[in-house]
Structure formats: C-alpha cells, structure tokens
C-alpha cells in the first residue's frame, strides 16, 4: 500500500468518523427533545388524571367541568410545550387555566351525553351514531363533535346503563334504555 492511499484511506475513515459523530450529536439532541416532550406530556396527564380523581365520585354530571369546544387539548399541550418551563406540573396548570378561561367566556351549552340522550329519546327504532351525529350538526350548528366523539360518548351513555348498544350486521346502532328497566 502506497503512502499516498494510505493517507486518502486514512482522510475517508476521518470523514466517516466526523460524519458519525455528528449524526450520533444530532440523535441525541433529537431524543433530547423528545424527552422534554414527553415528560411535558407526563406532566399534563398527570394533572388530566389528578382532575378525573377529584370529581370521580360525583353522580350528578352537570357539575362536572366541561371541556372547552373551540380548542383541542392537543393544540393547548403544544402551546404549553412552546412556551417552555421544565416543571412537570406546569403543563397541566396550565392547560387547566386556559380551560376554564374559555368555558368562563362561553354561554352554558348541555353535554354532549345530554343532547344525544335527548335526540336518542325522539325514537323507538335504534340509531345510528352517524344519523345521531348528522342530527346533532343539524339542531346544534353550534357544537361539530368528531365522529370518533360521537361514538365514544355513546359507549360512555352504555357503560353507564342510560343507552343499548345494538349490533346489527356490522353496524352499531343505540337506542334509549327505558326508565324503570334498570333496577
């Protein structure tokens, strides 16, 4: 081996070295910053969680705080991400501020569980949650609840025994539980 490709040899594995490490810095930064996120997460659902403690033994729905419909929670963590501030609690502080500055500033609505329960009872026959949601857009232009949301309050109402789910072929359909059939 000649002196001369010895040194290119050499120059090649120091560039590959200098590349590496560079990348190696890079991930690291990158995961990093995830970390921060994800402890900033933590953080928010920790509050999420210590908040759903609080009002776990309450029966009577309407007292419980409602979430406020013009903003996601996802949009108000990235926010609360941006904003900086390493504290785990932070987040949640005030991710539960910015909440119930906005639901202080809104007129009263009816939950989302209420109005479906209320569209559920002008029907004997089962429904759909996609005619409820349809239904719902049409007599509350006001609220624009998610398909997903729609479904999940809907499992919510039959976890708590005030709906049926019905499986008709592939479809899901609910209908109102009768007073009185629970016992």
């Known amino acids: ?21 560079e990348q190696n810095r890079r991930q690291q930064q990158e995961l990093t910053e995830k970390l921060t996120r994800l402890k900033q997460e933590e953080g928010l ?3 999420i969680l210590n908040l759903a403690e609080q009002y776990e033994g309450f029966s009577d729905a309407s007292r419980l705080p409602e979430q ?23 987040p949640a502080k005030t991710s539960g501020t910015t909440v119930k500055k906005s639901v202080a500033k809104k007129s009263p609505q009816p939950l989302l569980g209420d109005v479906l329960t209320d569209l559920l009872s002008q029907y004997q026959e089962p429904r759909a949650a996609k005619e409820l949601r349809d239904e719902l857009l049409k007599k509350h232009p006001d609220r624009n609840p998610t398909p997903q949301v729609v479904r999940n309050t809907l499992e919510s109402l039959v976890a708590k025994g005030r709906i049926e789910r019905h499986k008709q072929d592939r479809s899901v359909m609910y209908t109102l539980v009768e007073p009185g059939a629970t016992a």
């Open 68 to 90: 406020a419909q013009d903003e996601p929670v996802v949009a108000k963590s990235r926010r609360t991400q941006s904003a900086g501030g390493s504290k785990r609690s932070a």
């Open 45 to 47: 659902l920790a509050g």
């Open 1 to 21: 081996m000649t002196s001369q490709s010895a040194a290119t040899l050499r120059s090649r594995y120091l560039d590959q070295a200098a590349s590496d490490l």
